[in-house]
């Protein structure tokens, strides 16, 4: 599973309360960003909660291949 951070983010770091492991606020380029390439098992259901309550609709999960 791939987490995407589009411009759409608003900055408001919801995804990175609800899951510091995973999402983080880049001052650069003034969104989040996820820390990984590929979410650990542990971290995707999480990943996908976060994507739902993005309130700027900005998390895009792309799930791997069944
Ligand atoms: S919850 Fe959405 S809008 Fe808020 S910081 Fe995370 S990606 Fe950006």
């Given amino acids: 599973m791939k987490v ?9 770091r919801n995804c990175n309360d609800l899951c510091p492991e995973v999402f983080e606020y880049n001052e650069d ?14 971290y995707k259901e999480i990943s996908r909660q976060a ?4 309130g700027a609709n900005a998390i895009e999960i792309i799930e791997d291949d069944k």
């Fill in 4 to 12: 995407i951070i589009t411009e759409a983010c608003m900055g408001d």
């Fill in 51 to 54: 994507a739902l309550e993005c």
């Fill in 29 to 42: 380029e003034l969104k989040s960003i996820a820390k990984f390439d590929e979410i650990p098992e542990q």
